[in-house]
């Protein structure tokens, strides 16, 4: 587990303080607030449509927000154009210029700035270089790849060193083993400069694998923000649990503290809300904590339930499991790996003793959402 870079007591580096954009009737940011640290990597992950590329506008000024703050290290910059911010910010699209060499396009800032073009020069090949395409600076980007182009966008926006980097969903347009790559070596070249850095994404994997932090967003609003394994193993509500990862969703009734009703089946799970007796509430499951191995009829939440059906899955099998005594659509998918499909001859159609261990199960208020 990595160490968390921020302190209790440290100063955050970029804090957000009750931000709202509206567009017309429409609210695309309701009051967010939210404290980024120094040298933290933070996702905004979430739909289509639910602010994060918004909120990211706003921090770099491309489109100012209707109200709130906006603090970088300190300085205020609610209201200050793009060109007066520290930022380096890459697009989806590479924005790179057709007709410049790679040279020319990492070092565009630069020229910009009146450096002289010795140390134009030097910066661009170590830049280059830190990007893994020492020997592209001579090549347009017509000739290079979609991942290396992302690369040199990427070496362009680190060129004038900024404070903040700012990803808007890089990787969405390369193929996916192109976008595994090249999440490994962002992060590690982020590992390696120590800055800033906002990553717009709406893909889970992505977010989990390159975040210190992870900011869920819906509809406006930030939902949750964690660790990675916060968001995953402990998410906020049914909108985190549903749009990290697979979950089960299953329909219970509060029968007592730390005591639910799931159909015939009376559970003990862990109740950190406040729903009385009889009140609806919604469990959530991940179908890799669904416990089939050595499970005893004494154990907590023990359950029968019959194989529906298998999908292999490589290293895993998927598995839809109907409980004892419903007639309806299975209740539960749970993932099994193959080790453990093989040893315990698991196949359609057969009868399974399995567990939900109480701490694994999540409880929301309310019934579970229609998809």
Known sequence: MQEQKHMADAPPYLRIEQLKKQFGAFSALKDISLDIFRGEFVCFLGPSGCGKTTLLRAIAGLDIQTSGRIFQDGREI??????????????????????????????????????????????????????????SGPKYPAQLSGGMQQRVALARALALSPGLLLLDEPLSALDARVRAYLRIEIRRL??????????????????LTMADRIVVMNNGVIEQVGTPVEVYRKPASAFVADFVGT?????????????????????????????????????????????????????????RVRVAEIEFLGAFCRVDLAVEGDTGKPALVADF???????????????????????????????????
């Not at 154009?81 to 590479?94: E, K, L, M, T, W």
């Not at 509060?254 to 009889?278: E, M, N, S, W």
């Open 190 to 207: 982020h590992q390696r400069l120590g800055v800033t850095t906002i990553m717009v994404t709406h893909d889970q994997e992505e977010a």
């Open 247 to 303: 979950t089960n969703f299953l329909s219970a009734i509060v029968l007592r503290p730390g005591c639910v009703r799931f159909g015939a089946i009376d559970l003990a799970c862990d109740i950190d809300i406040q729903p009385g007796p009889g009140q609806n509430v919604t469990l959530a499951i991940r179908p890799e904590d669904v416990v089939v191995r050595n499970v005893q009829p004494t154990m907590p939440n023990c359950l």
């Open 78 to 135: 609610s209201n200050l154009p793009a060109s007066h911010r520290d930022f380096g910010i890459v697009f989806q699209s590479y924005a790179l210029f057709p007709n410049l060499t790679v040279s020319a396009n990492v070092g565009y800032g630069l020229v910009s700035r009146g450096m002289p073009k010795v140390e134009i020069n030097t910066r661009v090949d170590e830049l280059l270089k830190l990007v893994g395409l020492p020997d």
């Open 337 to 371: 790996s193959i080790n453990v499909v093989r040893d315990l001859s698991i196949t359609e159609g057969m009868d399974l003793l399995i567990a939900l261990p109480p701490e694994r199960i999540r409880v929301f208020p309310g019934a579970p959402q229609q998809p």
